[in-house]
T-cell receptor
Framework: EDKVVQSPLSLVVHEGDTVTLNCSYE??????LLWYKQEKKAPTFLFML????IEKKSGRLSSILDKKELFSILNITATQTGDSAVYLC????????????FGKGTSLLVTP | NAGVMQNPRHLVRRRGQEARLRCSPM?????VYWYRQLPEEGLKFMVY????????ESGMPKERFSAEFPKEGPSILRIQQVVRGDSAAYFC?????????????FGEGSWLTVV
């Protein structure tokens, strides 16, 4: 059975800190790994990763995939209170891409 | 351009009642997906529909749950004879074509509480 495991489950940091969120996976038929941000409402897309070692970047957020070690990390630098959210990692299966397989998420709280 | 619209946002039902959750996909999107998020769990795929067709319902519980996406109107997720374990957030998502990568958009969810 495909598994997506995120760690830590929750994290509290101060504004300005840098955080690293982890996502490991054991899956068959890998197509991509996706990161979403969920703030008590619709999960919003952050990154899609398909190739190892290629960093995706958007402002203070960046993510990278390691297909050999089967994990991805999401980095957030100079955190702000607006970064407080649940960050979701999901695997896209090449056989049934619509049935995304999500981890439980990492709940990040950034305090002033 | 409105996003994926779900209603109601919050619904309270007594055990044994029926719950109906509605989802209007983004304009131009003909593919709809329903996910369920139980407390302390990740989102779990339930069903994938196109207009008037159920494509994949492998994630739907075998009993009491049904989904439809009629030719006109929103997609509906129907839960009959609700039980406490059905309390969860139900998310709808849509895409313009068969989902791939970052072309899927989620609604804000419908939170069902069964008392």
């Amino acid at each position: 059975e495909d598994k997506v495991v995120q760690s830590p489950l929750s994290l509290v940091v101060h504004e300005g800190d840098t955080v690293t969120l982890n996502c490991s996976y054991e899956v068959t038929n890998f197509r991509s790994l996706l990161w979403y941000k969920q703030e008590k409402k619709a999960p919003t897309f952050l990154f899609m990763l398909t190739s190892s070692g290629i960093e995706k970047k958007s402002g203070r957020l960046s993510s990278i995939l390691d297909k050999k070690e089967l994990f991805s990390i999401l980095n957030i630098t100079a955190t702000q209170t607006g970064d407080s959210a649940v960050y979701l990692c999901a695997h896209e299966n090449s056989n049934s891409g619509y049935a995304l397989n999500f981890g439980k998420g990492t709940s990040l709280l950034v305090t002033p | 351009n409105a996003g994926v619209m779900q209603n109601p946002r919050h619904l309270v039902r007594r055990r044994g009642q029926e719950a109906r959750l509605r989802c209007s996909p983004m304009k131009g999107h003909s593919h709809v997906y329903w996910y369920r998020q139980l407390p302390e769990e990740g989102l779990k795929f339930m069903v994938y529909l196109q207009k008037e067709n159920i494509i994949d319902e492998s994630g739907m519980p075998k009993e009491r749950f049904s989904a439809e996406f009629p030719k006109e109107g929103p997609s509906i997720l129907r839960i009959q004879q609700v039980v406490r374990g059905d309390s969860a957030a139900y998310f709808c998502a849509s895409s313009p074509s068969l989902y791939s990568g970052n072309t899927i958009y989620f609604g804000e969810g419908s939170w069902l509480t069964v008392v």
